[in-house]
Each structure stands twice: as C-alpha cells, then as structure tokens.
C-alpha cells in the first residue's frame, strides 16, 4: 500500500481553500454586520511589515496553483492581483479550485522524483516532487492561510479552528 | 513511484518543530536584548479567547507527538504541560523530536487505510491513517505553529518566512 502525490496534494490544497472560502465568508459577514468597510479587514496586518490579509490570500492561492501545476507540468492560472473586495477574493479562490479540479491524478502522480526548480528573492531552490510538495508547498500554504485565519481573529472576527480545519 | 507514509508524516513534523524551535530561539534573544520578560511572550496571544504562544507551542508538541504515535501504533510521549521559560519549550521540543527519531519507517509506513479515532471537544472523529495525516495532523500543525509565529512578529520579535519554511 501507498499513497500518491496526487491524494498528497490536490485534495489537501482543495481542502485548504475550500475553508479559506469560509473564513472569508465569515468575515466578510461581520464587516457587514458591524458597519467595518471590507477594504479595512482586507488591508489589516499583524505588523507594519507583514503582508496585509488581501497578500496573504493571493499568495495562498498562487501557492496551491503553482503547487498544482508544476507537480502536473501544467502553465499555472495567472491573477492580476487586483482584488479588493471579498467578493473579487472568492472569484480568486472559485478559479484556483476549478483549476485544482481539473487536474487529473494520473498527471501528477509519479512526480515523486521530478526535478522542480523555483527561483525566490534571487536564490534558485531545487527540489524533488515531493520534497517541493512536502517542504516548501504544504507548510506555505498551511503559513498563509493560517496567517489570513489570525489576521482575522486579531481584528474580531468570531472563527474557531474547525473553520480552519474543516470537517472530517 | 509511490510515496510513503513515513516520509508523508515523520520528516514533516520533525522539520515543522525544528524550524519552530529556531523561532524560539530568535524570541527568547530579542527578549533578553530588549529587556523584554520571557513570560510575557510566552503570555501573549493575539485575541484575549485565543490560546497564548505557550499553548501554540504545546499543542504543535502534542500534534507531532500524537500523529507519530498513532500511525505507528506506540504509546505517545506525555508532558504536563507546565512549562514556563523558552528553556524549558526547547526542551519539550527536544523530547518530541527524540520520539519521532525513534520512530521507524516500517512502523508507519502501511497506515494508509488504518482506523483512527479521536474524540474532541466530546465529537468523535473516525479518520483512516491518510486522512488523519493529510487532514488533520498537517494543517493542525502548521496552524499552531503559523500561530506562534504570527504572536511573535506582532510582537516585534524579528523573523522571515525562511524561518518558518526552513532550508530546501
């Protein structure tokens, strides 16, 4: 028995933009209640230099479809990055899962061994499929979406981490 | 080409607590440089109904702990969660990663399809090994260490994304 990259990736970022839709959902229902303008959660951050909600969103769902598609071989979806609404965030996050939909297991498993090679502030990284998918692109993921999750709670907005975790 | 479930879970958590225990490390200096008590970051939390960066801590420990345990069928690592100094964090770090280096491959490797059950909060939750560890172990862990992270930045304690993520 085994498992595949595929059941390791896909479902697993699938699932985390799926609860990032809700957490979103959740907040964009209390700005609404409590008269917040939505740019000011979406412009919030934990320090002056850290990215903002809205960032922390993209980069999210850029990480789930260069994740995708790179362990696929496939060109990535690309965004303009210029959301500013809730509304736009869930379009951004619609569009990353249907591109996570269409993806098909048998194009990413067998990617164990792919060589994958990312350049980053300057500093080209290379990786293995699965080291990609385990060490940079799950822990990314998991960082920016836990992240948006805490920008949000710190600014009130009433979340428990099954909203994170999802249901079983 | 198949990917196993020891190099799915054990390497994984192993990396996620190291890299924390390096975060640590960088908030118990910035304390000592700027006259900062330790417990006072050990206190913080981002929301007064969230847990303070002790319990993140914690919690990472125990997930780690836990998953390695229960996919491998051992008895897992207690603490009594009574620790009050950064030094003492470290240590219960140290003590989680001694136990997952115990842990073999052949213990774990085979638990795609193995029943696991936990009750939380009083809910039981029936998981198979796969989804326990795709599912709940993985994003729980990086959320409560994305959430130690995210109280120490607020906090001004100086750190990267490399910390959280790790070298390639």
Known sequence: MSISMYQASVPVFARALGNLSGILKKAAAHAEKNKIDPSVLLAARLYPNMFPLSRQIQIATDLANGGGARLAGLERPTHEDTETSFEQMQTRIER?????QS????????SEEKAIALTIGG???QFTGQTYLFHFVVPNLFF????AYAILRHNGVELGK??????V
Chains 1, 2 share one sequence.
Do not use: V
């Open 123 to 125: 500093n080209e990284l």
């Open 144 to 147: 920016h979406s836990a992240t």
């Open 103 to 110: 993806i098909q297991p048998d194009q990413i498993d067998g």
């Open 162 to 167: 099954p909203d994170f975790i999802g249901g």
């Open 96 to 100: 990353t899962l249907k591109f996570l």
